[in-house]
């Protein structure tokens, strides 16, 4: 069950820094089309930063990942020019590791 502001602010700012840096992995496996915007070359990480920077905490869950329960999934739902958008990742260790960003869906 996802639980709501667990480490929003260290979150955020480790996905920020990730992303500034560039030192961030793709979840391994096949892109859904309209699931990994930032890694299908749709949105930059320019972008995508600008919408984390305007996310609050409330915008913010985490929950266990699908296949290993024992990492924690931050997923962020900002909003920007009226448009809810969902970016999911996780943090296995030193690494960064981005799911989705996509348009939520709901």
Known sequence: M???G????EARAGLIR???LGQFEFEI???????????TGEVTREFVIGL????RGS???T???????SLSCHVFKPVAKRVRWYIKCYFPGATTVLISVHIAEH
Do not use: I, W, Y
């Open 63 to 69: 929950s266990p990942h699908h296949f290993a329960p």
């Open 18 to 20: 990730a992303l500034e």
């Open 59 to 61: 915008d913010h869950s």
């Open 52 to 55: 984390l920077r305007v996310c």
């Open 2 to 4: 996802p639980t709501r």
């Open 29 to 39: 496996g096949e892109v859904r089309e309209g699931k990994n915007l930032l890694q």
């Open 6 to 9: 667990d480490g929003f602010r």
